[in-house]
């Protein structure tokens, strides 16, 4: 479930179907520890340099760089 279903205003799906197929991205901020599931739940900042502008994605509740993560997490296969 997205944990910032309570503050996020623009929120219209919060959890995944059971029956996902395949890898997907969402969000953790280490410091709230809130996991997010869209970039709707999250704030932006830009950084700008001579040759180009970073996108830099932030938690909208505390305002620290978040961490971007795969589900279901690739498994490695050991022998």
């Given amino acids: 479930m997205c944990d910032s279903r309570s503050f996020c205003m623009s929120c219209s799906s919060y959890m995944w179907p059971a029956n996902i197929k395949e890898p997907r991205k969402y969000y953790r901020c280490e410091y709230c520890n809130l996991d997010v599931l869209c970039d ?9 340099t001579d040759t180009a502008v970073i ?5 909208s509740r505390c305002g620290e760089e978040i961490s971007e993560y795969l589900w279901p997490e690739s498994s490695k296969n050991s022998d």
């Fill in 40 to 48: 709707l739940g999250l704030t932006f900042n830009f950084e700008y």
């Fill in 55 to 59: 996108k830099i994605a932030k938690c």
